[in-house]
């Protein structure tokens, strides 16, 4: 299930443009593609799908099967809400696996087939690690967030596995990507799964690392004690899950989207579906694991309270940085200066 709505490019591009010309590909290229697309939806020229589309398509022809992959991502962007945006994700992870000979580290791809509602849901992992690592080595378990997916974050999970010499285990959250659950309560209990099959894969250490809505993910493995530690990168934990919330850069689609709605959702819909998921149960505990918490104080998307709440809390590292945004993403190499060495520590047993 999926739906369309109204949103407008020259919105997305200025709220993601230095995401995409810092993550590998030109400023021509972006820049050309910027002044071609004039409408989100259509796949035809002018349309955001097809304009990404043709970069990905020119990259791949020259053999440039990394840049492939991010301009196929951005076509893919920000939901697979129609046949366009899926064909582009396929050719995302077809580039993906042709890019794998010149990755800097390992690189395996399994399908993980994890208990789910009396039944099995597949999961495809991505598995990268450094060449000199231990073995077997502590896990590091990776994911973004709601638009930001596995291969989107190649760079900075491999740049993780060399720095932490963890074996980095990256998957989509649910709603996202190959998952195929839709994101509510009942599938965050798949992530207590995913972390228990990931003590398999290591040395049976697991620490998980979530970016965005990621971070609710590990933010809620952490608080219940089921990974041994955990990294939250601006994720929503109690405010962001409030009634009365606000919606910027198309935000409320994208996640009625990763919710299973087929259709644009009535705002009592989405606000009864996102108080379902508040942590403030697991916050009164006050139990679980080491946590560090990191954001930028200029979050459009999470309310700084839902950093500042972890405050005094037990084993409990909490940095909101200034004059940076949504997961800090303009500062960071300062924040991973934060985030690396605190893995390093507690990766170990």
């Known amino acids: 299930m999926a739906f369309q709505w109204k949103l407008d490019p020259a919105e997305l591009f200025v709220e993601r443009y230095p995401q995409m010309v810092n993550t590998g590909l030109p400023v021509a290229d972006v820049d050309a593609v910027r002044a071609a697309i004039t409408a989100m939806w259509p796949d035809e020229p002018g349309g955001w799908v097809h304009e990404w589309s043709r970069l990905g398509a020119r990259y791949a022809e020259a053999g440039r099967h990394d840049a492939a992959v991010s301009a196929y991502g951005w076509a893919r962007f920000p939901t697979l809400a129609d046949d366009a945006k899926h064909v582009a994700f396929q050719r995302q992870l077809e580039q993906y696996q042709l890019a794998a000979a010149e ?52 760079n900075l999970f491999a740049s993780l596995a060399v720095r932490t010499g963890a074996l980095v285990v990256a998957f989509d959250i649910p709603g996202t990507g190959e998952s195929q659950l839709p994101l509510d309560v009942t599938s965050a209990e798949l992530v207590d799964e995913l972390v228990a099959a990931a003590r398999e894969l290591g040395n049976g250490r697991v620490v998980h690392f979530g970016i965005s809505m990621g971070g609710y993910f590990s933010a809620r493995t952490g608080l219940s004690g089921h990974a041994d530690a955990a990294v939250v990168l601006g994720g929503p934990v109690e405010a962001a899950f409030a009634p009365d919330r606000g919606w910027a850069f198309g935000m409320a689609g994208i996640v009625g989207n990763a919710m299973g709605f087929d259709a644009v959702p009535e705002p009592a819909e989405m606000s009864e579906r996102m108080a379902a998921m508040t942590l403030r149960p697991l916050l009164d505990l006050d139990t679980g694991s080491p946590m560090l918490i990191v954001n930028g104080a200029d979050d459009v998307h999470i309310p700084a309270t839902d950093t500042l709440v972890f405050e005094g809390r037990r084993a409990t590292e909490v940095h909101l940085m200034p004059d940076t945004g949504h997961c800090a993403i303009s500062k960071l190499p300062a924040a991973l200066d934060i985030i690396v060495p605190w893995l390093q520590r507690n990766l170990r047993d």
């Open 103 to 154: 990755f800097p580290v390992s690189f395996e791809r399994r399908v993980l087939h994890l208990p789910h509602a009396g039944s099995t849901t597949p999961v495809p992992v991505h598995l990268l690690g450094a060449h000199d690592r231990p073995d077997p080595a502590p896990v590091l378990l990776v994911s973004g967030g709601v638009d930001s997916w596995k291969m989107d974050l190649h």
